[in-house]
């Protein structure tokens, strides 16, 4: 698991759970994420991922269990889905420092680690899907955030995508020395580039590595026997290694063998 020397821990919570109505939404969740570390909520749709992650975020309160958040703990989130005007003209530099001040180095520099500055003068409306969660990525990341919260962070990028934007959210994790909290139903991918998962349905089924997870029954009820071998085909274990932007250091020309399609 990817932590730091100290484990220093972000966020931590504690049986929660989330009423609404007179319903459970989530109910015994136990979620700690420490920085250095990728943490994936993975479940069905209505299981609690989101309402956990906006628990853990502050945006709405729990009703019952314990929060804990680190002093001054500076959180950026990149949302499923960002409401934007599509019909009015807006540049990705002017998205970038819409609801954040910053200059136009750290503009720069932060669309360079995604591998994104050549967009920088680009209207939105023009970027592919990759393009725009790569934008997304840095708009999150020029903030300097200890915890970065990713839902459905690859949704409408094609699988090529995929595995780079993953490879660029770990390599972003080593970069700025933060935390991740993801939200994912995308399960085999996504878990190939995590330290630990957590899988809900409403409540918390099992937790653990991404190997121990696809071995569990609860985890297997949910998804499948044939997800754990998938698993095992999507683990990336390297024979080369990235440089932070996604692209393979022996192959610097970037000749899009891991960046087709973002």
Known sequence: MALSATDER???LRNIGVKRHGRWLVKGVDLTISRGEIVTLIGPNGSGKSTTAKVATGIIAASEGTLWRAPNLRISLVPQKLNIDWTLPLTVSRLMALTHKC???EIIDALKTVGADHLVNE???HLSGGEFQRVLLARAIVRQPDLLVLDEP???VDYSGQ???YQLIANIRDHNNCGILMISHDLHVVMA??????C???HMCCSGPPEQIAQNPQYQQLFGDSSSEMLAIYRHQHDHTHQLDGCIVSDCDCTQQEKTDV
């Open 154 to 156: 690859v949704q409408g």
């Open 163 to 165: 595995v780079s934007l």
């Open 193 to 198: 580039k995590t330290d630990r998962v957590i």
């Open 123 to 125: 209207p939105v409306q």
């Open 10 to 12: 972000l966020i931590d």
């Open 200 to 202: 809900l349905n409403t």
């Open 103 to 105: 200059s136009s180095s």
